[in-house]
């Protein structure tokens, strides 16, 4: 019997609606280690084999921050609007839960970032990123100044609202709100796109993701911060450095038969229908 850690977003109706339907069927079949809805599980790496996560696409990304190093298979249900990770619904669970106790399924590895901000010679902090490391002006919005290297050597200086520092996993949150391209999830690379940049040559460039990428922001506000998958990992200072490379570790995911992205793509985003032609 697989070990299961179940975790859902504390105080959703949705989500608890959800697991009351869900865990006679989970319980009868599996072992549940955890029931987690307040995010504190502490996870030690051998202690289950599957973690299920009910929520959005948000509840992915907690869970992935909450794994740390210790990450386990993931498999997600949507009790949120989007989903773009947590691609099944109660019911798709249901039909896909007999497959996943019986091996039909695969296991896919996302890239994941590491990202640091270095001060002098010491890292003051650092967070690992499933979706994206942004760097944003703050209020009162000016525009930032941007040297940016890639392995040790300068690339370009951004003149630019802000930068972002996508996974493929991230390349459909906020990196396409900014114009970057949609990448498999499955594929090693980075995204880097500016916002809203000075110059009109400027464009999303996709990276291999083994490429070493550090930043400064020249005459940072007060307000200027990095924010990773959507959280303030600190405000920047004069001098810092922000180091991102590949993660040692993958986020992990099941992908059970008749999933895929552009599945998701045609769901999520609309693709599909015909050319509404007028005569």
């Not at 896909?96 to 640091?116: N, R, S, T, Y």
């Not at 460039?205 to 940072?220: G, I, K, N, R």
């Not at 992908?255 to 005569?279: A, C, F, I, M």
């Amino acid at each position: 019997m697989p070990r299961i850690v179940v975790i859902g977003t504390p105080e959703r109706q949705r989500v608890q609606s959800a697991w009351r339907r869900l865990r006679p069927v989970v319980s009868g079949s599996a072992k549940l280690v955890a029931e987690d809805f307040a995010f504190d599980y502490q996870f030690t790496g051998d202690d289950a084999d599957l973690v299920i996560v009910l929520g959005g696409d948000g509840s992915i990304l907690q869970s992935a921050r909450q794994m740390g190093a210790h990450q386990i298979p993931v498999l997600g249900i949507n009790c949120g609007r989007l989903g773009f990770l947590a691609a099944l619904s109660p019911e798709d669970f249901l039909d896909a839960w007999p497959k996943v106790c019986g091996g039909d399924f695969a296991v896919i590895d996302h890239l994941m970032l590491k990202v640091e901000i270095v001060r002098g010679e010491k890292v003051i902090a650092e967070q690992l990123a499933l979706n994206e490391a942004a760097v944003l002006s703050g209020p009162p919005f000016q525009i930032l100044d941007i040297d940016f290297y890639t392995d040790g050597e300068l690339a370009t200086q951004y003149r630019c609202d802000g930068l972002i520092i996508a996974t493929p996993v991230g390349s459909t949150a906020h990196s396409l709100s900014a114009g970057g391209p949609i990448v498999r999830r499955h594929l090693h690379a980075i995204i880097i796109s500016p916002i809203s940049p000075h110059t009109l040559t400027y464009r999303p460039v996709v990276e291999s993701a083994d490429t070493s990428l550090e930043f400064t922001v020249t005459e940072p506000q007060e307000t200027t911060c990095i924010l990773v998958d959507g959280r303030i990992l600190g405000k920047l200072e004069d001098g810092d450095r922000v180091r991102v490379n590949r993660a040692p570790v993958s986020f992990r995911m099941l992908r059970v038969p008749g999933q895929n992205d552009y599945r998701t793509l045609r769901e999520k985003l609309g693709w599909g229908g015909s050319v509404n032609l007028r005569h």
